[in-house]
Structures are given as structure tokens and as C-alpha cells.
């Protein structure tokens, strides 16, 4: 198949989202098909740069998330692309620009189109005008509208589809996890060495939280926590690794609470980097609430890591098992369990995680997704045979 997947985010910005996209396209095109991102420019790109089989649209930042981006024209010049690339099915990833564009140029094909809704916007609101002018009801009707006429949905976690259910769409739903390359997170002699880079005492406990540095994300109550669990594991540590609008905020947090020497920021790093940070930590944590599909807690239990996260749907589900882990409720069981969690940090029996991890390979998830191409391609033909038919 020749697929077309839009989007308004992909690298070198760092994201799920482009996460998820980067796996796919490497997982469809080891199937075999021919694979085009049709995505915004980004000021990272050099302009002339050759990217294979990456197509960027004019765009200027996102409003109040300025290191996303809306792509402003371009329509025309996509459906032209699309028709000499011989498309036979488009894979949107955004409600917004790049996604509007290609409902376009699926319909104007004849064409399905594919849609996955990677983002609970509801947890976001806060982004425009502080909450005070988008409302969760604008949120349903805006995912309502871009729903409508769609041949399929993907929804990442059963969060997601209880969710896209309660807005009542209508187009089939189908649940496919977000899958992980595995291998990518196996320990590397040449890897870098983080506890030495951040002058760590290689036997102190550790935790890590990595993630966008954004208000959503719940970082400040793993940093109101962590002054507790010093008390108890006093050469404990917390690595905040990325970069975000609450970094600064979260700084000041961390100093008015005298942790200045046990919290450390790194900022944006390489992606090439991230397996290292996980292999140096012992315990993974979140108190996000906002995750559709949690790619960190998974890419934390490939690198053969233990994680406590908050409680939801998806992490109940996904730490069943104590032996992976646990989730939290309240602030006082946060600690509670990070505690423990670092006192017993070794995954014993492996039979549990690897039968975890084999759900959310990233070859189950390219498998998954290219059999819902399948149907919906043959619903597609069926239903406009249909259509023809009573035409005649």
C-alpha cells in the first residue's frame, strides 16, 4: 500500500505523538509499503534539507504551545502530492491543520481515511486563554466534527475509546496500543553513562520522571513527595528529565523546598539518549493524569525498569502485577509506594513483563494497524458499491 500519514508534529520535535508516528512508519514500511509524512515545516529543518519521503507544509506555532505547529496553506499542493504518489489510504494524526488537509485529499481521492486521536484534549484546556474560553463541551463537538465521515478510529488505551464512546462517535473504534521498539531499550556498553554525567553516586537510589515539563504532567506533586521520601532515603535522588513551560516553576519548587542537591534538571536531551536515562535510574514515576497512551511507562518497563504511576483505566490495567510495579491514588500513597519501590527495585520473574511487552511491540502494533487498513479498505469499496447500486 502507499500510505499517507498527516500530521502537525513530527521530528525533530519531541513528542508521543511523533513517537508513535516514527514507529509506525518504520514498522509499515518493513511490511513493505511505501510510507509519506505530510507534515508542518519546523525551524529546526533547514529548509533544502532532503527528508525521504517527508513533505512539510507552511506553518507558524500553535498559540500558547508555540513549540507545536499549525500549517497555514497548502491543501492544493497535498492533494496534488497524494495523487501523484498514488495514495490508497490516509492516516490522519491531528484534528487540526495537517488532519483537516487530509480528510481532503481522502475524500477528494475517493480514498479511506484512517484517524488516530492521540491527545485527551480535556487535560489541556488550560493552554488557551488559562482554561476561560474552551470548555470540555467545545472539545466534543470539535471531536464530533472532525469524526464525522472518518472510515476508522484509532484509539491508543481504553481511555481513549470510553471517551471517543461518551462524545458518541460513530465512525468503528478500534483499540491498538502504541507499540515500542524493544530492542532500542536493551543496555548498550557504549551508551552514556548518566549517573557519572550528573555527578551520581552510582549505589543511590533513584527516580526518574521523563516526560514534556508541562503543567499537566503532575511533576510538582512527585516533587512535594520526594521531600518526604528523604526522610526515609536520605541519599535519594529525582531526575527530571525534558523541558517545558513548568521547568522554571518547578525549579523554584524544588529550591524553596531544600532539595537543590537531590533534584536535577537536565532539560531537552538527544533522543538517541533517553534508553541510557532509564538504565540509570531505579524507579520510573508520574503522577500525570493526562496520558492517552503512556509510551514512557512502556518504554520504562522494556529498559527492565519498575514504575509507579497514577492510578487510571489504562496503568490499573497495565500493573496488575506488583512484581511491575504499582499505581497511586493519593499523594500519601504516592510516597508510600515510591518508597517501597525503591528499596525493591529488581524485577525477580520476567515471565510477566515479557508477556507485558509482547503486547506493545512495536511489530504488533504495525500489524494491528495495517490489518485496520484492510477493513476499512474492503468496508469502504462495499459501501460504495452500495451507493452505486441504488444510484442505478
Known sequence: M????????????????????????HELEKQGHQVYIFTTTDPHVEKDVYERNIFRFPSVPFVSFTDRRIAFRGLLHAYQLAKELNLDIVHTQTEFSMGMIGKFVARAM???????????????????????????????????????????VVA???????????????????????????????????ELNVREKYHIPADAPMMLSLSRVA???????????FATILETIPNAYLMIVGDGPAKEDLEQQSHDLGL????????????????????ATNLFVSASDSESQGLTYIEALASDKKIVVKSSPYTDDLLQDPELGATFKTHNEMIEKMIYYLKHDKIADHT??????????????GEQIVAFYRDAQLNYEEAHES???VGN
Open 156 to 190: 491508543p488505551s481504553e481511555r481513549v475509546i470510553d471517551k471517543l464512546s461518551d462524545y458518541g462517535v460513530k465512525a468503528p473504534i478500534r483499540v491498538i496500543p502504541t507499540g515500542i521498539d524493544l530492542e532500542q531499550y536493551e543496555p548498550d556498553e557504549n
Open 260 to 279: 537543590d542537591d537531590h533534584v536535577i534538571f537536565t532539560g531537552e536531551i538527544n533522543n538517541n539518549e533517553v534508553s541510557a536515562f532509564y538504565h
Open 2 to 25: 502507499n500510505i499517507g500519514l498527516f500530521t502537525d508534529t513530527y521530528f525533530p520535535q519531541v513528542s508521543g505523538v511523533a513517537t508513535s508516528i516514527k514507529t509506525l512508519r
Open 215 to 225: 503543567y499537566e504532567k503532575n511533576i510538582k506533586e512527585i516533587v512535594d513527595g
Open 352 to 365: 510477566v513483563l515479557n508477556q507485558t511487552l509482547k503486547q506493545v511491540s512495536s511489530e504488533t502494533f
Open 110 to 152: 475517493k480514498i479511506p481515511c484512517i484517524h488516530t486521536y492521540h491527545t485527551m484534549y480535556e487535560d489541556y484546556l488550560h493552554y488557551v486563554a488559562n482554561g476561560k474560553i474552551l470548555k470540555p463541551v467545545h472539545v466534543k463537538q470539535m471531536t464530533l466534527a472532525f469524526c464525522s465521515h472518518l472510515d476508522g
Open 387 to 389: 451507493s452505486a447500486d
